[in-house]
């Protein structure tokens, strides 16, 4: 069945260091998106795809980036990681076509603790 | 405003109640309308899928969507203890595959 990974599911950094959360869909998706999600604030969006080397900025971009290189994957990357970026982090699919629907699925999530 | 805004709950029902949540949008253009189930700790499940004004049910869920007053609802019946969960509005423009969400209302089904 088709489906879409997150790695690691959870994981504690310190201040200032890289991190790179991935995501890999075997939906055959071109669009692809990362959320963060903290309490009082829904689901922000990160960063987005709408297909290979297309990437867009969303609402909360800053110090984030991501890169995309084939349709299966996009991963996310905090340059220098911050306490105000522990928080849930959801990668998200779906198809590029016009008209109803399009419907986003979702992976299962990253805990990330910055100390 | 907001783009979606969603009654803010919490929200308690009994047992076997109908829970009625309700999302209204300020984009008159919206196309696609959806709702997610998150349980607490996990990721944002799809339930519900509209497109058309109406009615569309699916098992003890109800969407339904009104265009014309930018309102859309989702109705649970015989709601059950696993029904507690918070519940996500999207919507989706006619112009963007970025879809936009409400806060989310949790609801919460005591037996």
């Known amino acids: 069945d088709a489906e879409i990974t997150q790695s690691p599911r959870h994981k504690i950094t310190e201040t200032g260091r890289q991190v790179t959360l991935a995501c890999h869909q075997t939906w055959n998706h071109n669009n692809m998106f990362w959320y963060r999600q903290d309490l009082g604030h829904g689901l922000r969006l990160i960063h987005y795809s709408y297909g290979v080397q297309d990437t867009n900025k969303g609402e909360v971009s800053d110090g984030y980036s991501v890169s995309r290189s084939n349709t299966e994957d996009l991963p996310l990357t905090l340059e220098s990681a911050a306490s105000s970026q522990t928080s849930v982090y959801f990668c998200a699919s779906s198809e590029f076509r016009t008209g109803a629907y399009n419907e986003q699925f979702f992976g299962p999530g990253t805990r990330l603790t910055v100390l | 405003q907001k783009e979606v805004e969603q009654n803010s709950g919490p929200l308690s029902v009994p047992e076997g109640a109908i829970a009625s949540l309700n999302c209204t949008y300020s984009?008159?253009?919206?196309?696609?309308f959806f709702w997610y189930r998150q349980y607490s700790g996990k990721s944002p499940e799809l339930i519900m899928s509209?497109?058309?004004?109406g009615d569309k049910e699916d098992g003890r869920f109800t969407a339904q969507l009104n265009k014309a007053s930018q309102y859309v609802s989702l109705l649970i019946r015989d709601s059950q203890p696993s029904d507690s969960a918070t519940y996500l509005c999207?919507?989706?423009?006619?112009?963007?595959?970025?879809?936009?969400f409400g806060a989310g209302t949790t609801v919460t089904v005591r037996a």
């Open positions: 984009d008159r253009v919206s196309q696609s």
């Open positions: 999207a919507i989706l423009p006619s112009n963007d595959y970025k879809l936009s």
């Open positions: 509209i497109y058309s004004n």
